[in-house]
């Protein structure tokens, strides 16, 4: 990939739940899929900053972002 810039921005309304999102950079469309997923079941944020994905991937940024939401994230 060689690629290190980009973003991932998960909105959650006032209950948590995920309702919206982005994805900016490389490969981004690889990782609108979980983000569709989260909205489409009105997943919490909080189970999407605990789901476990494998690593070193992508993914994990779309977990870091809603990790984001609570004070979680370690890598941004």
């Not at 990939?1 to 980009?6: D, I, N, P």
């Not at 991932?8 to 983000?35: M, N, R, W, Y």
């Amino acid at each position: 990939m060689g690629e290190a810039e980009g973003f991932v921005k998960i909105i959650a309304d006032e209950t948590g739940k995920v309702v919206g999102g982005s994805v900016v950079g490389p490969h981004a469309s690889d990782l609108i899929a979980p983000l569709g997923l989260a909205v489409s079941s009105r997943m919490p944020a909080e189970q999407v900053a605990r789901t476990i994905f494998a690593h070193p991937t992508l993914a994990e940024a779309v977990g870091e972002a809603a990790e984001g939401l609570f004070g979680m994230a370690i890598h941004i």
